[in-house]
Nanobody, 121 residues
């Protein structure tokens, strides 16, 4: 079984920064991609940023320049550095990973439990 454990959310003032982290553990043979999504009540979950195993990175257009995703492949960990935060960044942020548990199983999509980020003065 694979688990994704997130940390780093909280309350921050507009213009501030937060760094989210997510560590994958359990039965992991290979990690195809890791990333972050966010969701506000009443709206669909949306991509924030993702990085695939080859190093290609994808950001939501509206977040380029403020958010930075990075990974440590050896530790199966992904971070999201969020700068110049705005009230509209308030959401629950979810870690996502595409992981193959063994050499003979197809990759599956896994989600963390979510961490609340609130941007408010």
């Amino acid at each position: 079984q694979v688990q994704l454990v997130e940390s780093g959310g909280g309350l921050v003032q507009p213009g501030g920064s937060l760094r989210l982290s997510c560590a994958a553990s359990g039965s992991i043979f290979s990690v195809g991609a890791m990333g972050w999504y966010r969701q506000v009540p009443g709206k669909q979950r949306e991509l924030v940023a993702s990085i695939i195993s080859g190093g290609s990175i994808n950001y939501a257009d509206s977040l380029k320049g403020r958010f930075t995703i990075s990974t440590d492949n050896a530790k199966n960990t992904v971070w999201l550095q969020m700068n110049s935060l705005k009230p509209e960044d308030t959401a629950v942020y979810y870690c996502n990973a595409v992981i193959a548990a063994t050499a003979t199983t197809l990759p599956s999509n896994y989600w963390g439990q979510g961490t609340q980020v609130t941007v408010s003065s």
